[in-house]
């Protein structure tokens, strides 16, 4: 499974981005997506998640200006950032639990997870 990221970049505090990630491969299913950010000198941390079903969970941080949302494909999530702090400043990470997939020789494959590649976002005046 390939993940693909995109949709960072600079903004001034109070904007606004969306972050997009699809994923691609012969994949038969995929589990709960979400979103993770690393600061520079910091632990990688869980921004917000979507499960299966719909159900959404986020970050006391971002709660209220984020929004994490799943593509009717299931296969692309997308989040929604407003009114954005320079302390959403970081790299962002897609990724997804327990996906399964196809590999090239037709063998079926049930990993842990698979994450993209990491979108810069960087919130400044």
């Known amino acids: 499974v390939q993940l693909q990221a995109s949709g960072g970049g600079l903004v001034q505090p109070g904007g606004s981005l969306r972050l997009s990630c699809a994923a691609s491969?012969?994949?038969?299913?995929?589990?709960?997506m979400g979103w993770y950010r690393q600061a520079p000198g910091k632990q990688r941390e869980l921004v917000a998640a979507?499960?299966?079903?719909?159900?959404?969970n986020y970050a006391d941080s971002v709660k209220g200006r984020f929004t994490i949302s799943r593509g009717n494909d299931k296969n692309t999530v997308y989040l929604q950032m407003n009114s954005l702090k320079p302390g959403d400043t970081a790299v962002y990470y897609c990724?997804?639990?327990?996906?399964?997939?196809?590999?090239?020789?037709?063998?079926?494959?049930?990993?842990?997870?698979?994450w993209g590649q990491g979108t810069l976002v960087t919130v400044s005046s």
């Open positions: 979507i499960a299966t079903g719909g159900t959404t």
């Open positions: 491969g012969r994949i038969i299913s995929l589990n709960g």
């Open positions: 990724h997804v639990d327990r996906p399964t997939y196809y590999t090239d020789s037709g063998d079926p494959v049930a990993a842990a997870h698979a």
